[in-house]
């Protein structure tokens, strides 16, 4: 058998996404290497036969799925299962997540603005967020990370595939400072917002 | 430090807002940083140079509208109002130049800021998912097959119905209510019945001193005379393991010598009701 020949036929008994080295467990022969240029090698393969599915790279892992332009045919039938929309809050609470990770429940809602407990229980349950640890201080409140899942869900392949702050039209570096006393403005190659130091001003 | 003039008033929401009142809908708003940062970008202003008190009158106008049954959320945007009005007597206060303080909307205008870019995030997720959700993996789920009720026609007769609602038993409302009654069956009755069996027969099943009796008060009463009597140390209760069948076995008048069968009682507690 060739590589290419066991690592089609295990990603295609696989309804998730795999890991190269998931995928080398199929044969002794097979190492991290070996998937990867099999794999890179059956994307050819794809391309050139203008085959309906690919090996997606999905949430560090490789799985098959079906090209965007057959979602319309693929669609008409109740048997191919549709993934569930998030709801608008859920979206919110979910970027929040992603980009400060980790990050309490209490930071989540000062960003927010709203109480958010029920929708990180809704996050969790859709294992898309996590409990990552707990953070020092005060009742050492859980910590949420995201998961696998949430890479899968939205098809990143890994967390520096969502959008970078820099491509956002709205940038905190593009602020003129509001005094001049005031704390200088966030370092253009800081991606993250400077919430350090505001919940000491929080009116609550 | 003395209020400044004014300010009582302007803590007032005014009927008639100022210039450009707003009408909105509150149910649109996912809380009050949207509601406020809406209030901004609706009105292109500057955000780095809100016009405090006009937007806190236009805030305190649109949250009026807020029903007392949604106490939950007012709650949040009634914080938001107060660090509005917070901020709004903090720019009425005299500032010395020479000090050193913060603008105080500059949290504020943070935290829209902020706020807008977790927005816009939020969006691009949202982009990218339907996107992945035009990428579908295998594994069919074959739906479980669900005749649709408008297809299948309706047969039930009058008849039928009317004799299922005979059938119904209207339930006595005094047999809900909780009676305490005196216990039936004495413990005495049933250290009676072992001592009767036992010393003729040497060991007993307790099922066997149950199988006369339905009622599980006999298997309870039955057992606590057997744990009573083997605290007499008149008998020996054995079980080989956990819901096992217990056995009585007779130790003879006052019992020659303790062997720690205490030990067996316990084990024996599960059966209580095992046979019933």
Known sequence: MRPEQIVEAVLFSSDAPLRAEEIARADESLDEDVVERAIQRLQGEYQEDERAFEVAEVAEGFQLLTRPEFASYLERFDTVPRPSRLSGPALETLAIIAYRQPIGRMEVEYIRGVSSSGVIRTLQDRGLVEVVGRAEGLGRPLLYGTTPRFLEHFGFQSLADLPRTEELSVVLRDRAPLTADQEAPVDPDQEELNLEGSEESDPQ | ???????????????????????????????????????????????????????????????????????????????????????????????????????????????????????????????????????????????????????????????????????????????????????????????????????????????????????????????????????????????????????????????????????????AMPEEEGDR
Do not use: C, N
């Open chain 2, 1 to 267: 430090m003395r209020a400044p003039p004014g300010r009582s008033g302007a803590l007032l929401p005014s009927a008639v807002a100022g210039p450009g009142r707003f009408v909105v809908d509150l149910d649109r708003f996912q809380g009050p940083m949207d509601l406020l940062l809406h209030l901004i970008r609706e009105q292109d202003i500057d955000i780095f140079d809100i016009p405090i008190a006009r937007i806190t009158d236009q805030f305190l106008a649109a949250i009026q509208e807020i029903h007392p049954e949604e106490l939950d959320s007012a709650g949040e945007f009634l914080e938001m109002a107060a660090t509005l009005v917070r901020i709004k007597a903090q720019m009425l206060l005299p500032r010395p130049p020479d000090e050193e303080e913060e603008d105080p909307r500059a949290e504020l205008v943070r935290r829209l800021l902020e706020y807008e870019q977790i927005r816009e995030i939020s969006q691009r997720l949202e982009a990218a998912e339907s996107q992945r959700a035009r990428r579908f993996p295998k594994g069919y789920v074959p739906p479980r097959p669900k005749p649709p009720l408008e297809e299948s026609p309706l047969e039930t007769t009058w008849e039928e119905v009317y004799e299922a609602a005979l059938g119904v038993e209207v339930p006595d409302p005094k047999a809900r209510e909780h009676q305490v009654t005196r216990r039936g069956v004495a413990m005495e009755e049933k250290v009676e019945l072992i001592l009767k069996m036992l010393p003729e027969r040497g060991r007993v099943e307790f099922s066997e001193l149950l199988r006369p009796w339905k009622e599980k008060l006999h298997g309870v009463m039955t057992f606590l005379a057997g744990l009573e009597l083997a605290r007499r140390r008149t008998l020996r209760l054995r079980q080989v393991q956990p819901f096992s069948e217990l056995w009585l076995y007779w130790r003879g008048e006052g019992g020659a010598g303790s062997t720690g069968d205490e030990a067996q009682d316990r084990a």
